[in-house]
């Protein structure tokens, strides 16, 4: 609810909530520059040691080890930004149905209980880091608990940002009215205490259906909705300390590929401001420009480009969306498609090489990490295909453009200046698959190529606003920490899931269902359907994928062939609203309320499920080139 639409006597306009407001600003502001500071500073620390290991063959050993430890800082002040900013994923479509008054009562609520999750996880935040003050990295022998310290730091801020968030926009009426909603339902669940263990695993779903799925749709933000029912379950349903918690959330959040979102979002940045998005929408446009939907087929195109360069989807999307999606928008596409189409293509680029799901399959799984790499290509050209017929079929009854065909030395003269660009997607995986960078590594290759591209080009067409670049790269940061706080808090839940036997049960169900491999392919399909939409890709590998893989040997299903399946079926999973985190992800990199969007994403969402049943029933377009 916006302040303009907020009755006048709100608690802000107490003297206590204007000072906690104005502390509040004067924190964010601080908390802006060191974000904007620790994106520049892993960008060049990244790209001094590829450098250094690829061009003078002298490799630095602490650059990894520096970045590791600076990057857990970024994820949390880029979180403390999306927070004050009011830029975290969420699922509105309810709440924006709801009557003013009611409107502002449950972004109260929400509040609330943001700030109480923030409150309990400071504690057990601090004595995690002060543990790992008691390990020192091999390299700079800095105590790691300087680096596990950004985890309490930005507890804090976020209890000062959700505080003072609170304080401007609800009044005193609804205040009082959330705590009593939040005392209720925790009194209630304290009191079934008994009952909830009486019934054991089946308290699940009290907690990760009913309980997550009312913050959900209530409008909670959806990092802190996984927080909040993990927190719960582990507090009423079992005798596991809360530092479980903070522990999973550092684990997930401080993986080092994931340092790839931030980098990739970055780049997104650079690209917008370099003007190389606008040749290469410029090109592709004069190709397809005059064709119904072309514009879809362009953003088609950019994913299938770089899908699988950075090893997560989420970076894939940051890496092509704020790159294209203003060009695509001046030209008249809409918003609700573009981030439609982009959860689509997000939900098949892991199977496209070098991909970090392949490499976790290949490692966990025993499998042959370079079968995997020549087994995915088919299976994402079918699923390219599949989406392709779908953006043909929605745009078949659109008005021609009113673009012509653009004349072949148009053509020539933008694939010329477009080159650069162009050359950008071969670059980034050249360097990957010749073992220069890292797949987190080889973003800022295409950060340092893109700057000095776009300062030689800006010679000539003076085209850069170097004042939009402070702005951008704050929105960068909060972009990058509202992801990657979703995928520290489904690390936590994913482990509530495996300690409560949950796996292992799953397991026992699947191999008693009859049918054989036709029945167990099944099966899989719809299992990692929905673990697709609760987990992260990569936890939900490693705690199933051990457990699932002998079973298919065992029913003669090829493990490549296997791979390709529970790949496409947990993609499309992780962007299947309204529980997958992917689907909020793009909806926040293009910048499109999720709720606008959930209704154009189901279709493309089912020619996916095409084209994993194509792929299930046919197993030669897994193993056809092995």
Request: proline fraction near 5%; charged fraction near 10%; glycine fraction near 8%.
């Amino acid at each position: 609810m916006s302040a303009e639409a907020m009755p006048a006597e709100t608690v802000a306009m107490r003297l206590p909530a204007r000072a906690l407001t104005c502390l509040n600003r004067c924190a964010m502001r601080v908390v802006e520059v060191l974000a904007v500071a620790l994106m520049l500073i892993e960008t060049c620390v990244l790209l001094a040691g590829v450098v250094s290991r690829y061009v003078f063959h002298n490799p630095l050993v602490w650059t990894d080890e520096l970045a590791s430890s600076l990057f857990i800082w970024l994820a949390m002040f880029g979180a403390v930004l999306a927070l004050d900013r009011g830029e975290h994923m969420r699922m509105s479509a309810l709440v924006n149905k709801l009557p003013p008054a009611w409107r502002g009562f449950s972004e109260t609520l929400s509040a609330l209980i943001v700030v109480l999750f923030v409150a309990m996880i400071i504690t057990p935040a601090m004595v995690h880091s002060h543990e790992q003050m008691a390990i020192t990295t091999p390299a700079l022998g800095i105590p790691d608990g300087v680096r596990a310290a950004a985890l309490p730091v930005g507890a804090m801020l976020m209890l000062l940002a959700a505080v003072a968030r609170m304080a401007r926009y609800s009044t005193l009426r609804q205040f009082v009215a959330g705590v009593a909603v939040v005392a209720v339902v925790g009194g209630s669940l304290w009191l079934a205490q008994p009952l909830l263990a009486e019934i054991g695993n089946y308290n699940l779903v009290v907690f990760f259906l009913v309980l997550l799925g009312a913050c959900v749709f209530g409008g909670i933000p959806i990092a802190f909705a996984f927080g909040t029912a993990t927190m719960a379950y582990l507090a009423l349903a079992t005798h596991a300390p809360l530092s479980i918690v903070v522990g999973r959330m550092d684990e997930g959040m401080s993986h080092m590929v994931l340092l790839a979102v931030p980098l990739f979002v970055l780049l997104g940045v650079v690209l917008q401001l370099s003007g190389m998005a606008r040749t290469l929408i410029d090109f592709m446009a004069s190709l397809l420009g005059h064709v119904r939907g072309g514009l879809q087929y362009v953003l088609l195109g950019a994913m299938f480009l770089v899908s699988g360069i950075s090893g997560s989807k989420v970076a894939d999307m940051a890496a092509v969306a704020p790159a294209l999606f203003p060009e695509m928008k001046k030209r008249g596409s809409e918003p609700e498609e573009l981030a439609a189409l982009l959860a689509a293509t997000g939900a098949m680029t892991e199977t496209i090489p070098p991909s970090l799901v392949l490499i976790t399959i290949g490692a966990v799984c025993s499998v042959s990490i370079t079968a995997l790499f020549i087994g995915g290509l088919m299976p994402a050209v079918v699923a390219t295909v599949v989406i392709a017929i779908v953006c043909w079929w929605r745009s078949r009854k659109e008005a021609m453009p009113t673009v012509k065909r653009a004349p072949m030395s148009v053509v020539a003269k933008t694939f010329m200046i477009a080159l650069p660009a162009l050359a950008l997607p071969l670059l980034i995986r050249v360097a990957v698959l010749e073992g220069a960078a890292t797949a987190t590594e080889v973003s800022t290759i295409g950060v340092a190529y893109v700057v000095l591209v776009g300062l030689v080009m800006h010679l000539f067409m003076r085209h850069i606003e170097f004042r939009k670049v402070y702005p951008m790269m704050i929105e960068a940061a909060a972009l990058s920490g509202a992801i990657l706080l979703i995928i520290g808090m489904a690390s936590a839940m994913a482990w509530a899931l495996t300690q409560s036997g949950f796996s292992a049960n799953l397991v026992d169900l699947i191999s008693e269902i009859p049918g054989g491999a036709i029945g167990f392919m099944f099966v899989t399909i719809v299992t990692f359907l929905i673990l697709g939409s609760v987990l992260e890709g990569i936890p939900a590998i490693v705690l199933f994928g051990p457990l699932m893989f002998p079973l298919a040997e065992m029913l003669g299903i090829h493990p490549v062939h296997y791979a390709m399946v529970v790949i496409l079926a947990m993609g499309i999973g992780l962007f299947a609203p309204p529980l997958g985190v992917g689907f909020y992800a793009a909806c926040a990199i293009s910048k499109t309320p999720s709720d606008h969007v959930i209704r154009r994403v189901w279709g493309y969402l089912a020619a996916l499920v095409v084209a994993l049943v194509i792929v299930a029933c046919f197993p030669w377009i897994s193993i056809g080139f092995l």
